[in-house]
């Protein structure tokens, strides 16, 4: 037993170096891009064997996490992170019809007057709503929070049973399917799953409402993704606006604008199910072992562009 605990407390220590090598080499920059194989190095952490056999849902049924044990696949409060294999596709299409589920789909686009035309399956409806314009991306970005939390409290939340949110500027890549249905949805960010939370870029300015103190937060989660039941989602909009609105009415701005308040609100109240990297992943981080099928793929930023 000592031996154990006396490998344990080695590893950690050369994982703790390992790290620190890899925050001075510039692993958090995303200037230098040569650096970003190693994190492949760092450990995800092993989902504990008696959680493991818990992990089921509505929508899956019982999961698999044993089929991946390369990575994490449960969360502290025992959330199932679903990655391609530890579901059957087949049980989570059935358990959906069963349920006779209508699931909502917004994206927020600067432009909507040249959406185009989509042919699309029986059953789905396409809908344009004009928002109000703003100045700056950041701004499109920030407010809408405010504009999907006034839509689900109206027709959209009429009419839709699970409502998901995702950026305009993606393309899917893969069957995107009931598998990640839950009451609440949080997506882990591909650029940092992999970092320790000391690294993580969560909002660190202690006068803004989305602040994290250190030592707090479980994952980086991306905005470019979020889901849930409109009930789930009409709380953490709300917590969101409110916090945005705050911080501008006091001269502030968190650093990654919307999604430093998301991820405040799902440090508070813990995502149902959280979605591996393999929904929404960055080709600029090129091929990784573990994430054998993208659903989302990143489509080139033009950030020179966007935020002049």
Not at 14 to 36: D, M, T
Not at 208 to 214: E, F, G, Q, Y
Not at 217 to 223: K, N, V
Not at 302 to 307: A, I, N, P, S, W
Request: aromatic content about 12%; overall charge positive; glycine content about 8%.
């Amino acid at each position: 037993m000592a031996l154990k605990e006396g490998l344990r407390a080695w590893k950690r220590i050369f994982w703790r170096q390992i790290l620190l090598a890899l925050g001075l080499l510039g692993l958090f920059l995303y200037g230098l891009p040569k650096f970003r194989h190693l994190e492949a190095l760092i450990p995800m952490g092993v989902c504990p064997s008696a959680t493991m056999s818990l992990l089921r849902d509505n929508f899956t049924g019982a999961l698999r996490p044993w089929a991946r044990p390369e990575v994490l696949t449960c969360t502290p409060w025992g959330a199932p992170i679903i990655w391609d294999g530890i579901f059957d596709p087949d049980v989570a299409k059935q358990e959906a019809t069963q349920q006779n589920l209508t699931i909502g789909l917004t994206v927020f686009a600067v432009g909507p007057g040249a959406v185009p035309r989509v042919a699309l399956g029986p059953g789905r409806r396409l809908r344009v709503e004009l928002v109000v314009r703003e100045r700056r991306w950041q701004d499109v970005s920030m407010a809408r929070m405010r504009t999907l939390h006034a839509a689900l409290g109206g027709r959209l939340g009429r009419e839709a049973h699970f409502v998901f949110c995702m950026d305009v500027d993606q393309h899917f890549s893969s069957t995107f399917g009931p598998e990640a249905l839950a009451e609440s949805v949080a997506q882990l960010h591909s650029w940092h799953y992999h970092w320790p939370r000391w690294l993580l870029p969560f909002e660190r300015d202690a006068h803004s409402t989305a602040a994290m103190a250190r030592g707090e937060g479980d994952f980086y989660y991306h905005a470019a993704v979020f889901g849930g039941s409109v009930a789930a989602l009409r709380d953490l909009t709300a917590h969101c606006a409110r916090g945005l609105a705050w911080d501008r009415a006091r001269g502030l701005e968190a650093r990654w604008h919307d999604e430093s308040h998301l991820n405040k609100f799902f440090w508070l109240h813990k995502p149902a199910k959280v979605l591996s990297p393999e929904f929404c992943w960055s080709p600029d981080l090129g091929r990784r072992a573990e994430i054998r099928r993208p659903r989302l793929l990143w489509a080139p930023k033009e950030y020179r562009l966007l935020r002049d």
